[in-house]
């Protein structure tokens, strides 16, 4: 399908040359690559006059004034005073390079560029413009042209294409080639530099002359506000569970929520467990402030209330987030109003079985730096719990699990459970709900 | 060429089309009156004239199994095209009859700053029941949209279409010409999608890797990916578990057509107003001839599939004869689900649907690592190699990185994701900065998310040539480099690793006239479509400086990097953002300032 461009901008001078159909503007080359018009560049004057500075400093005679404004185009580049019988090409040894130039296939003979531009076939560039341009280098092989060419916009020195059968790579890989190295190369040329003091400094404040200073610092604010992310309030029931277990059957909540914005939150968590018929074995509450410290990681510090067995308050100061592989972690340590010294790690993993079907091994291990004997915990390694989750999500937010939990009490803490008439192995099969909102 | 007239065409086509998808294409379920009682009606309807009329208010809206809240501009969705003539000047008043502040873009146009239509950065914002007044010469032609630009209003159905027949001749001729603006729609609240995207990661996304999927990814890569916190499935944020995919307001099920006699040239403008869409656009069995890109004409370039960012805009002309009819696909990228509409030559004519295609994988280039990506063969990774066999650029060495180190995906050790020793000394690290590219190559040449290789012509880019020369020739006096950060985790978003409201107060200044090349490097695993206001930028992209295609967006690809020389010719406070809705809310936004020309502050 050819597109027809019609009556296009008579003023440009190789207007016939668009307006011909894409086919013919791109002889030998496959008509099915349109893109390949890019190698009819025209250039701007500056371009142009460095091309000719060049051209000058490789001896070859460029007549003053042959770039001219681009605004008119067919003057732009007089290309019969540009006389390169000069050029020695010969000098470019791979000659197979030159196939890939957009020069039909006499042209790219060595013999047959010494008379001038006017030589080669330049139908396919619009413009009329520098030839430079368009004769795409990149895609010669420079490599015998020496430094001289090194200080050129494009690097060429540094380009060695002498392993490259342009000949046979496909147009559209030469031409992603081709052009980025023309942008590193002329980007080394252009200074990274802040602002110019024209510029001006401060606020944006264009809006306030029009609009008045107060309804627009109002709407700024409320700009402000608005892309800031946000506050928001986030809920988890991450484990509410029935347990099963040899003797009286028990129960499990583990909760966590949040409300704050991407850096700093306020952090609630509370965990509690227990057998039906008889009074809750242990709860507890923490609150928490919580401030993002690392992409995965926040840092959270407060306190930490039981709300069974003996009246204790903790100090709370801890790491949550997410670790490599995927583990998200919650490691705290805790220093109570006796002074005692606990800490607990607690690791998950979500295994996608399916989109929906997620496998959730999970982790605690508790420790304590004493003995704290009216809570049955002994020094050292204190509790392991491992368990494995199979939950199936209905919604993101909405999943029941069945699953299995076994814990341990270890060392001196299974002493004190044995004393207690307790079995320090304990293994649940559980039943629950993640919930979150 | 026979003569048409384009606007009985349109608006033939369009009211048909309206009809069509209330009466005959809704489930029976649908059609109850109760259900579309107060419903936007499916758009396009168009407005011309020197005084244009705008109303913003709330309404519902359904299509397919889905309905619920949203907003109509004149009571449909989309909202009416402005039709505009280049050279006149144009009255748009915009009547405010929400309970919220609004706000109307003219996205592309180039207008005096303070009807840009951005609150807080151009003027304060339309108050409820208050009307604002844009009035402005229109100087130039071409395709372009408006959108709401409050809060978050644009996700429900706050945008419409804009052309601009040109003053004089068109170069792109055609026998008849419709809009395809590209949307979404949603049941669930903007807000709610936002909350969802804060909160859950990867909440939308059913296209995970799993332990049963068929996705062709190594134990080792999938170790590797999990090593990094990050997933390969993290194509779009928001997927067709949220989204029906609209054109012109029409789901899949609403039977859209565009009719044609066969043989005639047909131009389709098409539009992104989607809030986090990019859509891979097909016509099988029809080639695409672009013609113009975000409103500007470009050399013509013929391809079978092009994706399409947010915000931007593509111009194609079709020849369609050969069969009754064609099935135009709008595929999301992330290949949850597509939008579709007929090119029929018979009203009732269908052609066969393209199924959705296997979800693509991030690959090496998209972590950042071009060049060592000898896992996958995509067209980013071989322009990787290509620099490599190029020679030293940038001192980069990519050759000694080659295939000695990098035997496929998970050839990780060694290499550090987020070495912040890498980023200039403005960029902030923080926890909103997960990842820092290793190697951010141009991506210009890159087809998009997924289309590297697909069997058949695709657009790039580096393909885009102006059509006509521009007349600015200058080198840019000076580079700039900006950063696209962002924390998929805690979906944060940023520019150079800080927030809007780190920056209000320091917008990205330019001395007025001014040419700068600006490079943008994404320091993230998602394509973001950058959007400048006021401006048209040129792509530095390979073409000579004076056929760079003019863009007012740009898409930035993961991992990668791409240039633009800016003339910073209009003066005042502009927007700068990025164009995926729930970025920009998340922070990804920035105010440009430019210099008046006596100098003195805008």
């Not at chain 1, 791109?26 to 091309?51: F, I, L, N, V, Y």
């Not at chain 1, 000058?56 to 003057?75: F, S, T």
């Not at chain 1, 995927?326 to 790690?345: L, N, Y």
């Not at chain 2, 060694?414 to 890498?422: A, E, F, P, V």
Request: proline share 6%.
């Amino acid at each position: 399908m050819k597109i027809r461009i019609v009556s296009l901008l008579a003023s440009v001078a190789a207007g016939s040359v668009l307006a011909s159909p894409a086919a013919a503007q791109h002889a030998g080359h496959s008509p099915a690559e349109p893109q390949q018009s890019a190698e009819a560049q025209a250039d701007a004057k500056t371009k142009c006059e460095e091309e000719a500075e060049r051209h000058r400093a490789m001896g070859h005679p460029v007549a003053d004034g042959a770039c001219e404004p681009a605004a008119q185009p067919e003057a732009a580049m007089d290309r019969s005073q540009m006389d390169h019988s000069t050029m020695d090409h010969g000098a470019m040894t791979a000659q197979d390079g030159h196939s890939g130039m957009t020069m039909p296939v006499d042209a790219a003979r060595p013999q047959a560029l010494p008379e001038s531009h006017e030589g080669m076939d330049h139908g396919s560039m619009p413009q009329g413009k520098p030839a430079e341009g368009a004769m795409d280098h990149s895609q010669m092989n420079h490599g015998e042209m020496g430094q001289a060419e090194a200080s050129s916009s494009m690097d060429h020195g540094q380009m060695d294409h002498s392993q490259m059968n342009h000949g046979e790579t496909p147009s559209q890989d030469r031409q992603g080639m081709d052009h980025s190295a023309m942008q590193m190369g002329s980007d080394d040329d252009i200074p990274l530099l802040p602002p110019p003091p024209e510029a001006g400094s401060g606020p944006a404040r264009a809006a306030v002359a029009i609009w008045g200073e107060e309804a627009m610092n109002e709407a700024r604010r409320e700009l402000v506000r608005e892309t800031d992310g946000g506050m928001r309030f986030w809920f988890q029931g991450d484990r509410l569970e029935y347990r099963a277990r040899e003797g009286k059957d028990g129960y499990l909540w583990d909760i966590q929520g949040y409300y704050g914005g991407d850096i700093d939150k306020f952090w609630f968590k509370s965990e509690g467990e227990g057998s039906f018929g008889e009074p809750i074995e242990g709860a507890e509450v923490q609150a928490l402030w919580s401030r993002a410290i690392a992409p995965f990681f926040d840092f959270q510090a407060g306190v930490r209330q039981d709300l069974t067995g003996p009246e204790r308050t903790h100090a709370v100061i801890g790491i949550q987030g997410i670790a490599p592989y995927q583990f998200e972690v919650d490691a705290a340590a805790f220093v109570s109003t006796k002074g005692d010294v606990t800490a607990r790690f607690e690791g998950e993993l979500d295994q996608r079985i399916t989109q929906r079907l997620i496998l959730q091994p999970r982790a605690e291990i508790a420790l304590s730096a004493q003995d704290i004997p009216e809570l049955g915990i002994g020094a050292g390694l204190d509790r392991i719990e491992a368990g494995l989750r199979l939950r199936y999500e209905f919604a993101r937010e909405f999943a029941p699990y069945v699953g299995v939990s076994q814990e341990w009490r270890i060392g001196d803490s299974a002493d004190f459970a044995r004393a207690a008439g307790e079995d320090p192995s304990v293994t649940n099969y559980v039943v629950g709900v993640r919930f979150w909102f | 060429m026979i003569a048409v007239n384009r606007r009985k065409f349109l608006g033939a086509g369009a009211g048909g089309m309206g009809l069509l998808g209330l009466a005959g294409a809704m489930p029976a379920w649908a059609r109850g009156a109760d259900i579309l009682a107060g419903n936007a009606r499916k758009g396009l309807d168009e407005i011309s004239g020197p005084n244009i009329d705008l109303t913003v208010a709330r309404s519902a809206f359904a299509t397919g199994n889905r309905r619920g809240g949203a907003i109509a501009v004149n009571g449909t969705i989309p909202g009416p095209l402005l039709r505009l003539q280049e050279g006149t000047t144009v009255r748009l008043n915009v009547h405010n009859q929400l309970e919220e502040d609004t706000s109307i873009h003219w996205h592309g146009l180039l207008v005096p700053f303070q009807l840009d239509g951005v609150p807080g950065v151009s003027f304060p914002g339309v108050k409820p029941g208050e009307t604002f007044t844009a009035e402005f010469p229109v100087r130039q032609s071409g395709t372009y949209w408006w959108h709401s630009h409050s809060g978050l209003q644009e996700q429900a159905g706050h945008y419409g279409a804009i052309v601009v027949d040109p003053a004089g001749p068109d170069p792109v001729q055609a026998d008849r010409e419709y809009i395809v603006v590209l949307s979404e729609f949603s049941e669930m609240s903007p807000h709610t999608i936002f909350d969802k995207l804060k909160k859950g990661e990867g909440y939308f996304n059913y296209n995970q890797n799993t332990w049963t999927d068929d996705y062709p990814l190594s134990g080792e890569d999938r170790r590797m990916w999990a090593k990094m916190r990050m997933m390969p499935t993290d194509i779009l944020d928001v997927s067709s578990a949220a989204y029906t995919y609209l054109l012109n307001g029409h789901g899949p099920l609403d039977n859209l057509e565009y009719l044609f006699r066969p043989g005639e040239r047909v131009r389709l403008r098409f539009i992104n107003a989607g809030a986090m869409t990019f859509f891979n656009i097909r016509i099988p069995g029809l080639p695409m001839t672009i013609v113009q890109a975000d409103g500007q004409n470009v050399e013509p370039v013929e391809v079978d599939e092009f994706q399409i960012g947010v915000a931007e805009t593509y111009d194609v002309v079709v020849t369609p004869g050969a069969q009754q009819a064609y099935t135009l696909a709008a595929e999301s990228m992330d290949r949850s689900g597509m939008g579709i509409a007929t090119l029929a030559s018979a009203t009732g004519a269908r052609a066969a649907i393209p199924p959705l295609r296997d979800p693509p994988l991030l690959t090496m280039a998209d972590m950042g690592m071009s060049g060592m990506d000898h896992g996958s063969s995509g067209d980013a990774g071989m322009s990787g190699m290509d620099h490599g066999s190029g020679g030293d650029m940038a001192g980069m060495d990519h050759g000694s990185s080659g295939q000695s180190e990098m035997a496929g995906m998970a050839g990780m050790s060694g290499m550090q994701m987020r070495d912040t020793s890498l980023l200039p000394p403005d960029v902030k690290v923080g926890p909103g900065l997960d990842m820092v590219s290793m190697n951010p190559v141009d991506r210009m040449g890159d087809p998009g998310i997924g289309l590297a290789d697909v069997p058949h012509r695709t657009l790039d880019y580096r393909k885009l040539r102006a059509l006509t020369p521009h007349r600015e020739g200058r080198t840019p006096s000076r580079r700039m480099e900006i950063h696209l950060t962002g924390n998929m985790e805690r979906y944060m978003w940023s520019f150079d690793g800080k927030k809007f409201s780190a920056v209000s107060d320091e917008p990205i200044r330019f001395a007025y006239n001014e040419r700068v090349r600006v490079k943008l490097v994404n320091d993230t695993m998602m394509a973001h479509p950058i959007h400048l206001h006021g401006h048209f930028f040129e792509l530095v992209n390979g073409a000579p400086a004076d056929r760079q295609p003019l863009k007012h967006t740009v898409i930035l690809q993961p991992g990668g990097s791409a240039q633009f020389d800016l003339t910073a010719d209009e003066p005042g406070d502009w927007a700068f953002h990025c164009h995926l809705l729930y970025h920009m809310h998340a922070g990804m936004f920035q105010i440009v300032t430019v210099a008046n020309p006596d100098g003195s502050e805008a």
